[in-house]
Every structure is written in C-alpha cells, then in structure tokens.
DNA sequence: TTTCAATAAAATATCGATTTTTTATATATA
DNA sequence: TATATATAAAAAATCGATATTTTATTGAAA
C-alpha cells in the first residue's frame, strides 16, 4: 500500500495559500497556544501589522475563528479572544468525553485494515516526534487522536470532535510549565493501550481507556485552574 | 415573573445592525429556504448588488457561514452553498438524534420551574403562529426545540444542536410542498406529547418521543430524496 | 479530431482610504 | 462630588479600486 494515499504528510500548510488561510492558522496558532491570552481584545490594525496583511483577511480570519469558538465577535465591537474558566473548561472536557466516545465506537464498528494501518502510522509519527518540539508533538498528538476517531463515518461528528480538541489544548497550553507532572504519568503507555484496545476492537476498553486519559488530564488541569483562580 | 426575562421576543434582528450581520442572516435565509440551491456557486458580486452592500460585508457573512458548514469555501476559488446528498442527510439525522436526545436529557435533569415556564411559553408561541407564514412558523418551531434543549447547561451542545437544526430543516424546505403530508401525521399532538413528557420530568419517554419525532419526518424524507435522485 | 499552449475574460482576493461607530476625555451642571 | 453632556481620539466597518488567480476561449501542433 501507498504511505501516500493513506494519510497525507503535516505539512502543506502556509506556503502559497491566501493571505486569509495564513492570517486564520496564524492567528488560530497564537490563541491555542497561549500567546493571545484569554479574553485579549483583539485590534485589527495590531494584527494587521503583526501579520503583515490587510485587514479583509484579518477579518475573515477572525469571523472563521469566530465559529471555531476561540474568537468573539462583539457587532460593531471588534473580535475578542474567547474567554476561559473552569465551568467553560469542564463544559469542554465532558462535551468530548461523550462525543469521543460515540466517535470512537462507531469507528471501531466500521472497523477495516486501512484504518487500523493509519492508526499505527499516526502513532508511530507521534512517538517519534516526542520531546524537543512541543507544538510538533502537539500536531501529531492531535493527528493520532483524531485517527481513532477518522472512521466514524460522520465528517461532522469528526469536526466537533476536533473543533473541541483545539478548545481543550488550549487549556493545556495555558497551565504551561505545571504540565511536566505529565512525565510522572506514563503517557506515552497510555497511548499505546488505546492504540491496541482500538486495533483488537475491543470498543468498550477502547473507550474506556480513552476517555480515562482524558479525565485524568482534565482533573489535574481542574485542579490548578482553581488554585489559580483563588491566588487573585 | 416578567415574561421578558424569561424569554427575548424572537424580533430585534435586522435593524440597524451592521452590514455584515444583515448579509449573514439574509444568505443564511436564502440558503435554509432554498432560494440558493444545493452546490450554487456564491458570486461576491451577484450577492453584492443582490443585497445593496460591499465585497467586505459579503466575505465575512460567507465565512460565518462556511463554519455553520451552510457554505463551501474553496480557497481562492470561492464559495458555493453546501451540497445536499442522502448521506449527508442521514447523517444530520442520526447526529442531531444523538445529541438532542443528550442535551433533552441533561435538561431535564437540571429542570426548574423557570424552564418549564420557557418551554410552555415557545410551544403556545409556536401553536399561535401555525399554518400561514411558513418561515414565521418555522422560526417558532425552533424555538420551542431548542428550548427544550436549553437547559442543558452545556452551551457548546445547544450551539450544535441549533446548528444541526438548520442544516435538517433546509431538506425541510427542498422537500418542499411534498410536505403536506405534515398534515396527514399530527405533528401537533406529537409537540404536545414531548412537551408534556418534558414537563412530567420524565426524560425516557421525553427522548423517545423527541426521536421519534425526528425519525418519523427523517424517513419520510429519505423517501422523498431517493426517489428524487432516481428520476434523474 | 484531440491535446496542448497562449491569450482573454471573469471572478476572487487584497489593499488603502473613507465613513461610521464606539470609547475615552474633558467640561459644565445639579 | 456625582451626573450628565459635548468633544476628541481610537477603532471598527465599509467602500471602491487594484492585483492576483482561476476559468474560458481560441488557435496551433500532434
């Protein structure tokens, strides 16, 4: 079988695209990771210098990020970056837990060897990643995850599935350094359990595992976004 | 309690909101009813002189509406309205059934007096509009659905679900006058049945009512799109 | 004929300037 | 001192023109 045609290589982002498509990834990028922190008012004429474009492409970056739910538009207002807290944070990780769930069971249902094939391989990019990079890894991180999920039949379901990924990470980015608690935890094996649960079928320790990994994260983040809160 | 609070009259759109805002909810309009038709190339210009606005306006709009997945952005290539197709359908169907029949039961877990009294209040409002204006009817439909939903406490999955609602309803429309056998079913005694359930807190039989609702006009439609497609 | 390349037309995407709206500041009034 | 009102500054929203890209057309070569 063609590497090629069963999953197409990271990259091919950025180079010759719209200004639109850059200022939306770029602008995108900066919000998850933290740089644009939460609830930033966000000037157009900033971000048109800071990108080095027009403002039509920034707005329509921003009104794509709007439905993205990273971004808020006030009318007449401007764009904000969205808000955080931890009801918002505990919406997310609940909202996940059962649409990932769903997902990842009728993936297992519709089960086939491509799929399996490309599940081995984004897990093997993501493990070879590992370390140095942290939003490398976090790209391949995301892409292994989304492979459980990729065989669910329903490019919708698939699509809030990642929209909500991107809203959860962003959280892990903005605990930032308190994350190398995740080296305590063995991750890494925690992956490889799901892998092998999703290749064997087994949906229910699939899923169970899944959404443990999840919640185990999401625990640990609760906890130090309410510590955080009560320090002010 | 003042009926204000408890609910917004459904008007206040439109005014003196900014050009933006109106193109978005006129091509939205235009796209749910069928007055732009399934996989209609979006020219800036055609809808520019259509709705008396600048190129600016009508990007933006467009981009909103791309994330409400009612519009196809091709990059540098364009927009056109979202293709229709039986898979697309079904896929809406069983989706929208997974997360309505969440959120319906979320709600009613967390059932207050005051949502009660909003839920009594869309289904009067739709029962008092019925039968002349379509669109106006339409509009109370979704209200007392979303309603429903609305206490659901998760705003994430109630911005789904309303998105769902319109990607479902816009077959409604292409179905079209086929739909007099509406009349034939009781559709309103099926609203009163959910209400009813939902109002006893009884969320089993609420659920079961509320799919079965859906399932009901879903196979209907089913038939309706593959016959179509047949004759072609 | 079919295929290809060059050109012309159309449409998208982008820019820079202008208008409108909001926000901040200063001044007057109760 | 607080409240309101007028003014100035800043920012958002919009427009019209230009540049870029795609699509259609034409004519030549295989």
Known sequence: MNIKTLSPSPEASTQDASATQRAYLAIRRMIVVGELPPGEKLKIDSLRSMLDTGASPIREALSLLTSDQLVERIDQRGF???????????EILALRCSLEDMALRQSIANASEQWEESLVLSHH????????????????????????????????????????????????????????????????KEHED?????????????????????????????????????QR
Chains 1, 2 share one sequence.
């Open 194 to 230: 799901i892998l092998n649960a999703a290749i064997e079928r087994n949906a229910d320790l699939a899923s169970e595992r899944l959404l443990n990994h999840y919640r185990q994260t999401g625990a640990f983040l609760t906890g130090l976004f309410s510590t955080a809160s009560e």
């Open 80 to 90: 904000r970056t969205a808000a955080t807290s931890l009801e918002n944070f505990e």
């Open 125 to 188: 990019r993501m493990v070879r990643e590992s370390r140095d990079n942290i939003e490398r890894f976090e790209e391949r991180h995301k892409a292994f995850h989304m492979a459980l999920l990729d065989n669910c039949g329903s490019s919708i379901l698939l699509r809030f599935c990642s929209q909500l990924y991107d809203l959860n990470i962003r959280y892990r980015y903005l605990a930032g350094k308190s994350l190398n608690y995740q080296k305590k935890r063995d991750v890494s």
